[in-house]
């Protein structure tokens, strides 16, 4: 439904170009800016249109497991200042940018540095509510060596180090899981 829409507009763009065209003609075709305007409507009106039949834009939904998180990672970081600020997200929305910021960042340390702990009381449930025990474990882990932590942010990726190693040969496959999560709560996603 969401496809036919998204055709919908694009046809009617087309066809708006393709009126202006026509209303220039009639009106205007002695002057001599007239020719050029109704080419470039005629030329605008075509390439939408084969644009849109041969490379159309996929339903949300539709998309295969990177496309989704991709497209789902994009709006809500667009929604939260950049993954700073979680209050326009639902608890969803809240779950699912936890889980690919950890995926898109592969590390732990810019939840420390460039997030400033926003998502610390939020890794390890987002973990486990995308159903990774896995994952959920090394969170713990990152979270307890964090705590303990007084030296300097820019040795955070060596503290984190092992944990990183761990995650990065976790068995779950963090895009099928969040692209998962998203499908089964699809209802409280806006793009």
């Not at 009617?12 to 009639?26: D, G, N, Q, R, S």
Request: aromatic share 12%.
């Amino acid at each position: 439904m969401e496809t036919s829409k998204s055709n919908s507009k694009v046809y009617l763009k087309a066809l708006a170009a393709l009126l202006i065209a026509v209303i220039v003609y009639v009106f205007f075709q002695d002057a001599s800016w007239a020719k050029a305007a109704i080419a470039g409507a005629v030329f605008y009106a075509i390439s939408a249109v084969v644009t849109e039949i041969l490379h159309p834009k996929k339903y949300l939904w539709e998309e295969n497991d990177f496309g989704l998180c991709e497209r789902l990672y994009k709006a809500l970081s667009a929604k939260t200042n950049g993954g700073t600020d979680l209050t326009a997200l639902n608890e969803h929305e809240k779950i699912f940018l936890t889980m690919a910021q950890l995926d898109e960042n592969c590390g732990f340390s810019e939840y420390f540095t460039e997030y400033h702990g926003v998502y610390n009381d939020l890794l390890v449930p987002s973990a486990e509510a995308i159903g990774s025990p896995e994952i959920a474990e090394i969170c713990k882990r990152v979270l307890e060596l964090h705590a303990g932590y007084t030296g300097p942010e820019e040795d955070l990726d060596d503290l984190f180090e092992e944990c990183l190693d761990d995650f990065v040969d976790a068995d779950d496959d963090l895009v099928e899981l969040c692209a998962q999560y998203a499908r089964k709560h699809k209802e409280s996603f806006r793009e």
